[in-house]
């Protein structure tokens, strides 16, 4: 997960790929694609040995994590697995995806897929609800492009305070269900 910055030159003959993370930038608005599109076909024989089966979605509830205009993560704070269901629950009622943090993942509270950070997925939806996240520097690349940040953590030195828009001081216990009768 580099963060290489190079000045490339290379001959005007040759052919040259790059790659970019899709939340890196905003979508174009319609009719604002200047870019020529050249469309080619591949000429390529099968191989033999390997075959396309399908395509299936991940097949949980809610918006997609990548894809979310709204995203509730929760972190190691939460305590257990059981107490996770706070996140889900208050992710329901916004309309929001649900991510985590990697101590949450690592914890056994949520399955990998629902990580976010450097290590997991590159999320830039227009509000991300940190909660009982500490803000390590991995988790937050992973957050870099989101809107409006708020955090909700007891420790009001927490590094997610740094970056939040929004933040609450406080157990998140009593603060999401207080959240939840504002809803």
Same mark, same amino acid.
């Given at each position: 997960a580099g963060n290489a910055i190079v000045t490339v030159k290379a001959p005007a003959d040759s052919i040259v790929v790059a790659t970019?993370?899709?939340?890196?930038?905003?979508?174009?608005?319609?009719?604002?694609?200047?870019?020529?599109?050249?469309?080619?076909s591949a000429q390529a024989a099968d191989p033999g040995h390997t075959?396309?089966?399908?395509?299936?979605?991940?097949g949980g509830e809610g918006p997609d994590l990548q894809t979310a205009d709204r995203v509730v993560s929760g972190g190691r704070a939460l305590g257990?697995?059981?107490? *996770?269901? $706070? !996140?889900?629950?208050?992710a329901k009622k916004l309309g929001a995806a649900v991510g985590a943090s990697r101590a949450a993942v690592d914890a056994g509270y949520v399955p990998n897929e629902l990580q976010v950070g450097q290590t997991g997925k590159i999320i830039?939806?227009?509000?991300?609800?940190?909660?009982?996240i500490s803000g390590a520097i991995q988790h937050l690349t992973g957050i870099k492009d989101a809107g409006?940040?708020?955090?909700?953590?007891?420790?009001?030195?927490?590094?997610?305070?740094?970056?939040?828009?929004?933040?609450?001081?406080?157990?998140? *216990?009593? $603060? !999401?269900?207080?959240?939840?009768?504002l809803l």
């Open positions: 970019i993370r899709g939340a890196s930038f905003s979508a174009t608005a319609e009719g604002n694609d200047s870019a020529e599109v050249e469309s080619r075959r396309y089966i399908g395509l299936q979605s991940g257990s697995a059981e107490k *996770f269901e $706070l !996140i889900f629950n208050f830039a939806p227009e509000l991300y609800f940190a909660i009982g409006t940040i708020v955090a909700i953590n007891k420790d009001a030195e927490a590094p997610i305070f740094e970056i939040a828009d929004y933040g609450l001081v406080g157990d998140l *216990f009593q $603060l !999401i269900p207080e959240l939840e009768q």
